[in-house]
T-cell receptor, first 109, second 112 residues
Framework: AQRVTQPEKLLSVFKGAPVELKCNYSYSGSPELFWYVQYSRQRLQLLLR??SRESIKGFTADLNKGETSFHLKKPFAQEEDSAMYYC???????????FGKGTLLTVNP | NAGVTQTPKFRVLKTGQSMTLLCAQD?????MYWYRQDPGMGLRLIHYSVGEGTTAKGEVPDGYNVSRLKKQNFLLGLESAAPSQTSVYFCASSGRRTGELFFGEGSRLTVL
């Protein structure tokens, strides 16, 4: 069974502060990890995936297989980063993505 | 470029009524999915399809049926709606296995 855990339902930071959204996973095979974001009144969309190893909108995430984690980080949060963030897990022969319960990030001015 | 389109966007049903949600994608994607989004529960997979004419159960399939008669369409049916099915439903499609999912805008269903 595959499982994704996002321990924080809500996360509030001030503009310019660093932000880290936590994601831990459980999967017996070779995982593929993703972060999806849902801005207010917009569709859920892909933010980044671990295989790309890229920075999107200043966000990065590193897959740590030893700790089974894929935390999302940004050094300086902006107000426009306020959104719901979902960590998702797939991989192997799996056709499905399993999503975490999401973390609502609020960046205060 | 419409991407993934869901209809209807809003619907109110009475307990026991039936309805169908339609998802259409114009990206020639093989894989299509129906998720439900509930507060504190995140996104949970209801059913999915890996190609025309095929469907499979996800995490929370009970009370729902699906059909994929055409590659571009994925229908989600509720035969006898229950208040527990009040939710926001999202359709998604993907061009490859566990690749990037493209989501629709969501359909908000209320069952009274």
């Amino acid at each position: 069974a595959q499982r994704v855990t996002q321990p924080e339902k809500l996360l509030s930071v001030f503009k310019g502060a660093p932000v880290e959204l936590k994601c831990n996973y459980s999967y017996s095979g070779s995982p593929e990890l993703f972060w999806y974001v849902q801005y207010s009144r917009q569709r859920l969309q892909l933010l980044l995936r671990h295989i790309s190893r890229e920075s999107i909108k200043g966000f990065t995430a590193d897959l740590n297989k030893g700790e089974t984690s894929f935390h999302l980080k940004k050094p300086f949060a902006q107000e426009e980063d306020s959104a719901m963030y979902y960590c998702a897990l797939g991989g192997g022969s799996n056709y499905k993505l399993t999503f975490g319960k999401g973390t609502l990030l609020t960046v205060n001015p | 470029n419409a991407g993934v389109t869901q209809t209807p966007k809003f619907r109110v049903l009475k307990t026991g009524q039936s309805m169908t949600l339609l998802c259409a994608q114009d990206m020639n994607h093989e894989y299509m999915y129906w998720y439900r989004q509930d507060p504190g529960m995140g996104l949970r997979l209801i059913h999915y399809s890996v190609g025309e004419g095929t469907t499979a159960k996800g995490e929370v399939p009970d009370g729902y049926n699906v059909s994929r008669l055409k590659k571009q369409n994925f229908l989600l049916g509720l035969e006898s709606a229950a208040p527990s099915q009040t939710s926001v439903y999202f359709c998604a499609s993907s061009g490859r296995r566990t690749g990037e999912l493209f989501f629709g805008e969501g359909s908000r269903l209320t069952v009274l």
